[in-house]
Each structure stands twice: as C-alpha cells, then as structure tokens.
T-cell receptor
Framework: AQSVTQLGSHVSVSEGALVLLRCNYSSSVPPYLFWYVQYPNQGLQLLLKYTSAATLVKGINGFEAEFKKSETSFHLTKPSAHMSDAAEYFCAVSVSGYNKLIFGAGTRLAVHP | DGGITQSPKYLFRKEGQNVTLSCEQNLNHDAMYWYRQDPGQGLRLIYYSQIVNDFQKGDIAEGYSVSREKKESFPLTVTSAQKNPTAFYLC???????????????FGPGTRLTVL
C-alpha cells in the first residue's frame, strides 16, 4: 500500500532563507509524486509533479523537488523564501492502476521578515 | 476558462438537515473526487467516481451520499447522519488513467460548511 509522511507539521523560515519541506513515501511500485500548495480558504494548486521522467522536477514560483528512489524521498525546496510563500503544502503519491492520490498531513510554512 | 467550480463558498446548516454541495467541471475529466479537510489535518477522501453512473466510497463515506449522472457534475449530499459535518469540503477532478492520466488532480475553491 502507498503512504506519505511529511516531516514537520510547521516550518518557519526567514524571508530570503532556504525552504526545505520533507516528504517520504512508501510504494512497492514506481510512484507518481506531487506537491500541492493551499492558501487560506482556497483549493489546492499543483506546484510540481514527478511522473518517471527527470528526477529533478521544477515547478511554479521557484520551487523544485528531487525524486530519490534510494531514500524514498521527494523533498520540496526553494532557494530563497518570499513572504507570499506562506501557505500549507501537501505531498501526494499515486501509482498506476490505483486511481487515487494519497496525501500527507501537510506542512504549514511561515515566512517571517 | 476551464476549471472546477464549487458552490456555495460558505454554507450554514441547522442540525438534522441534509445539504447538497455542488461541484461542476468543464475540463472533460472522467474522474471526480470529494475530500473533507479539518483544521490541522490533511485531506480525507469521502467518495470518488471514475466514470458516469459509477462511484466508490472513500475512507470516510459514512453520513455522505453522491451521484454522478453527468460527466460534468458530482454533487455531494451531507446527510443528518453525519455526526460532525462542520468542515471545509474540496472537490477535484482528473483525466482518468484509462486516458493516459497519472492521477494529477485539479481542485475547486472549496465549500466551508458550518452546522449551527
């Protein structure tokens, strides 16, 4: 069965600092992996996705994530945080034939001046 | 503009009443989903539908019902049997794997339901 673990329910960084949000997955077959962002009282927006092409995936708003099979990880990074990055971030996993996404519990990112 | 719409954005209900949340998509997606989100928790799947006239229970289907009579529409009814219905409800859609999709889901803006 697939599962997703996001380490750290809350992460706080200074504006301009590196953002690192951690995601580990469990899957017995090659997965599809996704990062979504949610701003308050809104739906989820796709940041980026891994679908078995390049292991380093670039997304919107300067975010990127690297698929590391040996570590079963798909951590989200951004070199320099902006105040507008403050939101909740969800990692999700799916596999072919499953027809569903499994979401992590989410990480709330705070950015302070 | 293609996308997913949910209405209303805010909904208030008295205890014991059924209420229906609307979800419409014009993306020509086959699959649609309903999630519930509570403060500090992730998304929990209520129901999903891979094709018209067919749907499956998710992880927390008790107290909810759905229908899928049209490809574009997937309304969710919160019944009086749902013991704690106050939450943020999100609808999503995806292409469907049989059409080459990878389960990437597109989300609506959500409906916040409050039971008074």
């Amino acid at each position: 069965a697939q599962s997703v673990t996001q380490l750290g329910s809350h992460v706080s960084v200074s504006e301009g600092a590196l953002v690192l949000l951690r995601c580990n997955y469990s899957s017995s077959v090659p997965p599809y992996l996704f990062w979504y962002v949610q701003y308050p009282n809104q739906g989820l927006q796709l940041l980026l996705k891994y679908t078995s092409a390049a292991t380093l995936v670039k997304g919107i708003n300067g975010f990127e994530a690297e698929f590391k099979k040996s570590e079963t990880s798909f951590h989200l990074t951004k070199p320099s945080a902006h105040m507008s990055d403050a939101a909740e971030y969800f990692c999700a996993v799916s596999v072919s034939g499953y027809n569903k996404l499994i979401f992590g519990a989410g990480t709330r990112l705070a950015v302070h001046p | 503009d293609g996308g997913i719409t949910q209405s209303p954005k805010y909904l208030f209900r008295k205890e014991g009443q059924n209420v229906t949340l609307s979800c419409e998509q014009n993306l020509n997606h086959d699959a649609m989903y309903w999630y519930r989100q509570d403060p500090g928790q992730g998304l929990r799947l209520i129901y999903y539908s891979q094709i018209v006239n067919d749907f499956q229970k998710g992880d927390i289907a008790e107290g909810y019902s759905v229908s899928r009579e049209k490809k574009e529409s997937f309304p969710l009814t919160v019944t009086s049997a749902q013991k704690n219905p106050t939450a943020f409800y999100l609808c999503a859609s995806s292409i469907g794997e049989h059409r080459g999709g990878n389960n990437e889901q597109f989300f609506g803006p959500g409906t916040r339901l409050t039971v008074l």
